[in-house]
């Protein structure tokens, strides 16, 4: 097979060097990759959101597949393009896209489907919204409805907070991604990342894992696009058959809609007292919950993209390791703020020398023979081991050998286990 991915981040490097694995594949090409995926496979200076340039290399080249890595393309619905042009994709439709797209399109599905959720409301301008923070004084937590690369989410304690997140994100910080938002109640308990291959014939779900969205240690500090994960996660059997319950709700709702969905679901769970509730959906992989994910799957990875793209994934069963993954992310001082790019790394070849380390690229570019950051979250250095604690220890040995000017990390990534 040749194989065409786009992207260039953490998420993506993981799934070249799945894909890279397949006996099945011929060609890897990568559009636009990264310094990391330089070495998955070849890279080709493609705009991903450009479905006529897209369609026209998978022509020229005869491409198999097209692997879709972030949501952007999916929510422009560069899917829909290249089926319609015959290309088999992994990657839901336009349409599907609006479960990570919107908000408010995600929250009515939700209730359309009897998913359990937060309570919430959704507000085109600013005096409703503040009203109705005014009508319920507490925790709430105030997001920007479109796409906002995971910071458009703010958990406010107490009603001022969230009354100044409502004036932040309609002051147009997050463009037309905060043209609407959505308050809703703030829930108590642990969260789980949930995620299944999904096509009509049916789904199958990932290994689960625990993402760290806070920039600071004791999960504090604003939201990030995430500082780390570890999978499996620790949850019970009745947590388990909940969430699995509300992800076959899920694929049911979307059959039920006739909306074509040929990719990954995300379901991000908080685990209340009451049961497992849905705080978001996402319509790809996660990053970092990839490259965590991805290394404890034994089968061919490629082969299930594929038999998700041609809707025939119950035939393509999924074998899972019983080891376990930790992954800590390397991010530029400043982030999410404001950071400096240009600061030159060492250590990479040394810390893939650790024993079941593998480094994926996510803000890396390479400049006259140097590697150097481009981003704020520059690297993720994840580890694969028998448990959980044996992997954390390699993930921060390797950590250690690995340096560039402003590196920062969280030293706690699962403690709220490990402890």
Do not use: W
Not at 89 to 104: I, R, T
Not at 234 to 241: A, G, L, R, W
Not at 262 to 288: H, Q
Not at 349 to 358: F, H, R, T
């Amino acid at each position: 097979m040749k194989v065409l991915l786009l992207g260039s981040g953490g998420r993506e490097h993981a799934l070249a060097h799945a894909i890279k694995k397949s006996p099945k594949l011929s060609e890897l090409y990568i559009a636009p990759g990264n310094s990391g995926m330089a070495l998955e496979g070849s890279l080709v200076d493609l705009d991903i959101l450009d479905s006529h340039a897209l369609i026209h290399f998978a022509q020229e080249k005869a491409i198999d597949l097209v692997v879709i890595g972030p949501e952007a393309p999916l929510v422009a619905g560069v899917a829909d393009d290249l089926r319609a042009a015959g290309i088999a994709c992994f990657g839901p439709s336009k349409k599907g896209a609006q479960l990570e797209g919107s908000k408010k399109f995600a929250k009515e599905f939700m209730a359309d489907c009897g998913i359990p959720t937060a309570a919430y409301g959704a507000f085109c301008e600013a005096n409703p919204a503040h009203d109705f923070i005014d009508k319920h004084p507490g925790a709430l937590v105030v997001k920007a409805d479109g796409l906002a690369t995971g910071k458009g989410v703010y958990v406010c304690s107490k009603s001022q907070e969230a009354h100044d997140a409502v004036d932040e994100i309609f002051s147009g910080k997050f463009g037309s991604a905060g043209k609407e938002i959505i308050i809703e109640e703030f829930l108590e308990g642990r969260e789980c990342s949930f995620l299944v291959l999904r096509d009509e014939s049916g789904f199958r779900t990932l290994p689960l894992s625990q993402d760290h969205k806070k920039i600071g240690e004791g999960d504090t500090g604003p939201n990030t696009g995430g500082m780390g994960v570890y999978s499996p996660s620790d949850v019970s059997d009745k947590e388990y058959q909940e969430m699995f319950d509300i992800a076959q709700q899920t694929h049911q709702g979307l059959i039920d809609k006739h909306i074509d969905f040929r990719g990954v679901i995300y379901l991000g769970f908080m685990l209340c007292e009451d049961g497992p509730k849905v705080l978001e959906y996402n319509a790809r992989f996660g990053d970092p919950e990839t490259q965590a994910i991805l290394p404890r799957i034994d089968s061919d990875v490629l082969e299930h993209l594929s038999a998700v793209a041609h809707n025939n994934l119950s035939e393509s069963p999924l074998q899972v390791s019983k080891d376990a993954s930790f992954c800590v992310i390397l991010a530029s001082k400043g982030y999410p703020g404001s950071y400096e790019k240009g600061k030159e790394i060492t250590g990479i070849d040394e810390a893939n020398k650790v024993e079941g380390v593998y480094v994926y690229h996510a803000g890396t570019k390479r400049e006259d023979q140097k590697l150097l950051t481009n981003g704020g979250r520059v690297l993720a250095v994840c580890a694969k081991a028998s448990n959980l604690s044996k992997a954390a220890d390699k993930a921060y040995e390797a950590v250690e050998l690995i340096d560039f000017e402003g590196k920062y990390y969280r030293r706690d990534i699962g403690y709220q286990v490990l402890k």
